[in-house]
């Protein structure tokens, strides 16, 4: 009689007992946070926003796409609906007025937040289906602008291509 191994959890090690309650002004603090005159939530704002402008087009999955990455960011939860909205109002107005929005926002996110937030950007992209040109040069751009490992961007980008086509 043949039997079978024991099933293996690999989530194992990256499980916890408990949540811990996220705090977007440690994490400032804690890293490489520049004073731009952006919060970190309106950092990320921008840089979703954008993200989904890099066509020229903002379309509904792109905005769907938003939608669940901010609901789902430990750092976005942790802004009250109120602060939520009024940060979308300034970036709205910023990503209009100035032209360096989208490098400010860049500079203002602590570095631990740099590729993640990049892979919610490449997310928002390829949530219509298709890379376009445009959208290529805003993410190779935003690259640069995080200060990402172009091997980690490169990764991200092949993972999510994958996903994208199932």
Same mark, same amino acid.
């Given at each position: 009689?043949?039997?079978?191994?024991?099933?293996?959890?690999?989530?194992?090690?990256?499980?916890?007992?408990?949540?811990?309650?996220?705090?977007?002004?440690?994490?400032?603090?804690?890293?490489?946070?520049?004073?731009?005159?952006?919060?970190?939530?309106?950092?990320?704002?921008?840089?979703?926003?954008?993200?989904?402008?890099? &066509? *020229?087009?903002?379309?509904?999955? /792109?905005? @769907?796409?938003?939608?669940?990455? !901010?609901?789902?960011?430990?750092?976005?939860?942790?802004?009250?609906?109120?602060?939520?909205?009024?940060?979308?109002?300034?970036?709205?107005?910023?990503?209009?007025?100035?032209?360096?929005?989208?490098?400010?926002?860049?500079?203002?996110?602590?570095?631990?937040?740099?590729?993640?937030?990049?892979?919610?950007?490449?997310?928002?992209?390829?949530? &219509? *289906?298709?890379?376009?040109?445009? /959208?290529? @040069?805003?993410?190779?751009?935003? !690259?640069?602008?995080?200060?990402?490992?172009?091997?980690?961007?490169?990764?991200?980008?092949?993972?999510?291509?994958?996903?994208?086509?199932?």
């Amino acid at each position: 009689m043949i039997t079978q191994p024991p099933a293996v959890n690999v989530f194992q090690n990256l499980a916890v007992d408990k949540p811990t309650p996220f705090d977007v002004d440690k994490l400032a603090n804690k890293f490489r946070y520049r004073n731009t005159g952006w919060s970190i939530p309106e950092a990320y704002l921008c840089l979703l926003f954008a993200s989904a402008m890099a &066509d *020229g087009t903002f379309s509904g999955p /792109e905005g @769907d796409t938003i939608k669940q990455a !901010v609901t789902r960011s430990r750092a976005m939860t942790a802004v009250s609906p109120h602060d939520l909205a009024a940060a979308n109002d300034v970036v709205n107005q910023r990503l209009q007025q100035n032209p360096k929005a989208v490098e400010e926002a860049a500079q203002t996110l602590p570095a631990e937040m740099c590729l993640p937030v990049f892979a919610h950007c490449v997310d928002i992209v390829l949530s &219509d *289906g298709q890379l376009m040109k445009a /959208e290529a @040069d805003f993410l190779q751009n935003l !690259v640069a602008l995080l200060d990402i490992e172009p091997d980690n961007a490169r990764r991200v980008m092949e993972v999510l291509l994958m996903k994208a086509q199932y």
